[in-house]
């Protein structure tokens, strides 16, 4: 590069090899890495030289200036000179390149860049003007780059509210605060090509980040320009306005934004779709981030909930887009009710509105003569009638009256489900999908319900989760399962009456794993009730281990059936022991080198010892009991000389052990207290 006379080609190789050599430090002196950094300037510098020379210098910068003493004055006073200088070139790949070094200086020196930011935030307005070519997406990522430092910088130092304060508040507010206005500026550009769209994304997500990082500083700057653009004739600048109100939710106080529930409420009923739907998603993310009627400051008030929920209601009519940003505003609303306790009475605010709610939402969902199974637009419906539910207090008298009336009316919507003809292989798919969702919703409610739930429904509700059971989709035959597990649960005892329906559904063919862990909630439930139905059950069970796969799950539900009916067990010990021996013959175990192979020896252990240990805790007879413990001790010595074995097969051995431990001093004592007595 000193080298007088050079080539226009040999200058550029040469910084092209400069650049590349400093993507990792060289070890090299400090005055060796002044001495280039001073030759690479030169290059930038010199007005004669060739474009391609100069783009060539600004790139290696871009490296060089990593391991520059950047604290020196002087020195950072060159190289952001010279930086600047390259950045109003009329050259959209050196202006490009230049952005380039100032995110990367920011990335590592943001902290000594104060005298600079007003040139800075100068050439974004300039940049922001040109677009994409004017490297205006550059200039966007430098204040993303500070904001993100400035954010993991609080969080290193949230116990030192001096470090914060001192080391990037001080400055950073003014330049970020003077860059909102030129950030909301570019909401109002009508291009909508790709080029406008990239710039408009990089605006928002910047947007995002100052308001986190100025917090309450950022509302006023932009609340003028939502006061101003909000209710304008042209829709475009309505659309701006709500939008610049989504970008401003995070970072502020809740007193400080409380203003945009009421301004988005308006939008909401706005004639243009574009800013309805857009009202709509900000008012989605306003509950989301902001909604917590545990605090003392709240978002939104009681007196606010009328309109809320009627201008979401009018929104859910609207078209499928806006529909479904309603019914996840909805979702969100009632999500944040959560953590709010019944004792408490809050989460009742809900109760007055849930019949319309309900309806809205039933509505929304409904089932298309044309369409039957339109998804996504009845996903966000399910998903929000499930999580108001869930936060409904039950015993509210609305609430209650509420959720008695949607029960059947979600079980007819089930029914008629499965009644309608998929014909195609979409439809199918979302036919699935949708009895996923539906049976989604009742297992909820049966859950809200609990031991209020209406028995002489029982049946009804259990034979449509049975008919989910024989369809080729595994999520909806889980979802179906669990179902039934809550509802045995709710029910109680008196389930027992209704097992010759579930009998019917259960074979071999139609075991899965989930199906297998419910079989063994519902032996819980019923304890003795269930002894007439077990010989059939048992042999059904006996006969689903010859499907590999739902070995492991069967042999568990072993332990679970003995844990439920304990010494009417012993009637069943030898089949089950005599299994349990089969499945645990080392030849299943040895020589298994294939992953998939080594995780289903796993599950199979697992199932195993699981097996084990609810035999030995169900069944009272020590004279049974220690010859299981005897199988129990041979087992667990294979498993631990096996080097194949997982820490969720060594835990379970672990777990097991000290049951059997406990359970042997049980028996000990039982036996010491019978000796006493003779």
């Not at 944040?336 to 849930?354: D, N």
């Not at 109680?492 to 009456?497: E, H, L, N, R, S």
């Not at 001790?633 to 431990?661: M, P, W, Y």
Request: hydrophobic letters at 45%; charged letters at 25%; aromatic letters at 8%.
């Amino acid at each position: 590069m000193a080298q007088q006379g050079a080539s226009p080609p040999l200058q550029q190789a040469t910084l092209e090899a400069l650049e590349y050599m400093f993507e990792e430090f060289l070890g090299l002196e400090q005055d060796k890495i002044d001495d280039v950094l001073d030759a690479v300037i030169r290059a930038m510098n010199r007005a004669e030289q060739s474009s391609q020379v100069r783009l060539a210098a600004v790139k290696a910068l871009q490296n060089v200036v990593m391991f520059a003493n950047f604290a020196n004055d002087d020195c950072r006073n060159c190289i952001m000179t010279a930086i600047c200088d390259a950045a109003k070139s009329d050259g959209a790949v050196i202006k490009h390149a230049a952005f380039g070094c100032l995110i990367a200086i920011a990335s590592k020196y943001y902290r000594m860049l104060e005298p600079y930011t007003e040139t800075i935030l100068s050439l974004t307005t300039e940049a922001l003007k040109g677009g994409v070519e004017s490297g205006a997406l550059q200039c966007i990522e430098f204040w993303i780059t500070i904001c993100e430092k400035v954010i993991e910088l609080r969080k290193q130092n949230k116990h030192d509210a001096h470090a914060i304060s001192t080391v990037d508040c001080s400055f950073i507010e003014k330049p970020l605060s003077s860059l909102v206005p030129v950030l909301l500026k570019t909401l109002l550009k009508q291009e909508r090509d790709d080029d406008a769209q990239a710039i408009f994304i990089s605006a928002m997500t910047c947007l995002d980040l100052v308001a986190i990082t100025i917090g309450d500083a950022i509302v006023p700057i932009a609340m003028q320009f939502v006061e101003v653009n909000i209710k304008a004739s042209d829709w475009q600048r309505r659309w701006a306005a709500t939008f610049a109100i989504a970008g401003i939710l995070q970072g502020p106080s809740i007193e400080k934004l409380s203003p945009v529930v009421r301004l988005l409420l308006d939008r909401m009923e706005d004639r243009n779709v574009e800013v309805r739907g857009t009202a709509v998603c900000t008012l989605r993310r306003v509950f989301d981030l902001l909604h917590s009627p545990a605090c003392a400051n709240r978002i939104f008030t009681y007196e606010n909930l009328p309109r809320i929920v009627a201008v979401l209601g009018l929104r859910s009519k609207d078209v499928p887009e806006v529909s479904e940003e309603a019914c996840r505003a909805i979702y969100f609303l009632a999500k944040g009710y959560e953590s709010i306790s019944s004792e408490l009475g809050h989460s009742s605010e809900l109760s007055p509105f849930l019949s319309d709610v309900f309806d809205v939402l039933c509505s929304t969902s409904a089932l298309a003569k044309e369409t039957p199974f339109r998804l996504p637009t009845s996903a966000p419906a399910y998903e929000a009638l499930c999580e108001v539910v869930r936060v409904s207090n039950i015993q509210d008298y609305k609430a209650s009256a509420a959720i008695g009336v949607l029960m059947p009316r979600i079980m007819r919507r089930l029914n008629e489900v499965l009644g309608a003809k998929a014909n195609s292989s979409g439809d199918r798919r979302n036919k699935y999908n949708l009895l996923v969702l539906v049976c989604g919703v009742l297992h909820v409610l049966i859950q809200k319900l609990g031991n209020t739930f209406p028995v002489w429904r029982t049946p009804f509700v259990l034979l449509l989760f049975c008919r989910v059971l024989t369809f080729d989709s595994s999520a909806a035959r889980d979802k179906a399962a669990r179902a039934i597990g809550a509802l045995a649960r709710a029910v109680g005892p008196k389930f027992v009456d209704h097992m010759p329906i579930l009998l019917q559904y259960f074979n071999a063919k139609l075991l899965f794993p989930i199906y297998l862990q419910v079989i063994g909630d519902i032996f819980h439930v019923l304890g003795d009730e269930i002894l007439p139905h077990c010989d059939y059950m048992m042999d059904v069970l006996y006969r689903g281990l010859s499907k590999p796969m739902l070995k492991p799950a069967i042999l568990e539900c072993f332990g679970e059936i003995a844990l439920a009916i304990g010494k009417n067990f012993e009637k069943y010990l030898q089949a089950v022991m005599r299994r349990l021996k089969d499945a645990a013959d080392p030849e299943y175990y040895d020589d298994v080198l294939e992953e998939d192979e080594v995780d289903y020896s796993n599950q199979l252990r697992q199932g195993i010892l699981k097996a084990y240990s609810g035999i030995l805790r169900g069944i009272k007879d020590p004279k049974y009991g220690l010859k299981v413990a005897a199988d129990l001790i041979d087992f667990s010595e294979v498993v631990c000389k096996n080097q194949s074995r997982d820490s969720n097969v060594t835990n379970t051995a672990v777990d097991v052990l000290g049951d059997f431990h406990s359970t042997v001093e049980s028996w000990t004592n039982e036996l010491i207290q019978g000796l006493t007595k003779c």
